[in-house]
């Protein structure tokens, strides 16, 4: 092969390399969220609920707010041992292209290129680690509110946004939006 299209295939491989990276990176964040629901259902059987709800899931109750009827609970969220393998072979197959590529480049140097793929295990580890972190999960349960009618409550819920999916989705709240 000519040493442009080498140049090239390197150059492009090392954007998805990069592109990798932050992938990797971007399984870690942060994803709070603020969501708004209505319920038809009274104050204090609406609180018990939400409250059981989080303790079945094995939230802890922090904090019952100055307010009545604001929750604070705190869980660990738990990796996903899916992601941690599809980081991992992601690494990999990424370790092999670049290792590939520079084997190519540079002819002398191959069998050091190839130990590249050892590293690949550091992607699921640096998942692992990081995505292993307490979540807190804010509530506040009004009983009027600008986007609801008299005989609705309003919720407030400040949390990660699959557990605000889950809320929702487990007990049939209806957004406020």
């Known amino acids: 092969m000519s040493t442009p299209v080498l140049s090239s295939t390197f150059f492009l491989t090392l954007l998805l390399l990069v592109g990798l990276v932050f992938f990797i990176r971007a399984s870690v964040k942060d994803r709070t969220q603020v969501a708004q629901f209505v319920s038809p259902l009274p104050e204090e059987s609406l609180v018990g609920q939400l409250r ?3 303790l079945q899931r094995t939230y802890v109750l922090t904090d019952q707010g100055n307010e009545p009827n604001q929750l604070a609970f705190e869980g660990i969220v738990r990796p996903s041992i899916f992601l941690a393998i599809f980081l991992t ?3 990999a197959i990424a370790a092999l292209c670049i290792a590939l590529v520079l ?5 002398a140097l191959s069998g050091l290129f190839w130990g590249l793929i ?3 295990p550091l992607a699921g ?3 692992w680690r990081k995505a292993k972190r307490p979540e807190t999960v804010l509530l506040k349960v009004e009983s009027a509110g600008p986007k609801c009618t008299p005989d609705q409550r309003l919720i407030t819920v400040t949390g990660h946004r699959d557990e ?3 809320l ?4 049939a709240l209806v957004s406020a939006e």
């Not at 084997?103 to 002819?107: A, H, Q, T, V």
Request: glycine letters at 0%; hydrophobic letters at 60%.
């Open 89 to 91: 072979s992601l690494a």
């Open 168 to 171: 929702q989705r487990t007990l």
């Open 164 to 166: 605000i999916f889950e």
């Open 52 to 54: 059981q709800y989080f």
């Open 125 to 127: 580890l640096f998942y």
């Open 103 to 107: 084997s190519i480049l540079f002819p």
């Open 118 to 120: 050892a590293i690949a």
